[in-house]
């Protein structure tokens, strides 16, 4: 599977000091959407090797829908880059906005914690494409920056 959408309503013990789900939280629903998006194309236990890139651009409130939606990008040797975006929204007017997205790299391990190999994804469509592009540009941006 290349892809999967999480859907869950905002919960009251998710509230920071501001009244908004904190930050933390949606990084948390982030790396398990992730995470499940990742084992489930490796068919084994993946970790979580970077986040970057994460952009919060609206805040959740409590009882919104959110949506977290993981979507394979690219793959490495042993990794999987996955392009994840969260959307929350009022159910009653059913208008979901664009809340955070980030990219995420997990790598498939063995048993031991010995990286394994990934399969190959290879994009079919134009947007597939596109992601697999800004995937591949801000894993370099990343090494570059890590490596002056």
Do not use: Q
Not at 30 to 56: H, M, N, P
Not at 63 to 79: C, I, P
Not at 86 to 113: Q, Y
Not at 132 to 142: G, Q, V
Request: proline letters at 5%.
């Amino acid at each position: 599977m290349s892809s999967i959408t999480l859907r869950f309503l905002a919960e009251p013990s998710t509230v920071n000091f501001g009244g908004k789900v904190h930050g933390g939280t949606v990084m948390k629903w982030i790396d398990e959407a992730g995470y499940a998006c990742a084992t489930s194309w490796a068919k084994r236990y993946c970790v979580t090797a970077f986040i970057g890139g994460i952009r919060f651009h609206h805040p959740i409130m409590i009882g919104d829908l959110v949506e977290v939606e993981a979507r394979l990008a690219y793959t490495g040797k042993t990794s999987m880059n996955i392009s994840v975006e969260v959307r929350s929204g009022d159910m009653k007017g059913g208008v979901m906005t664009k809340t955070t997205e980030c990219l995420i790299v997990f790598v498939s391990v063995d048993s031991h914690g010995r990286p394994m190999p990934a399969e190959a994804f290879t994009p079919s469509t134009p947007g597939e494409m596109a992601l697999a592009e800004r995937a591949k540009a801000n894993l370099d941006a990343a090494r570059a920056a890590s490596n002056p």
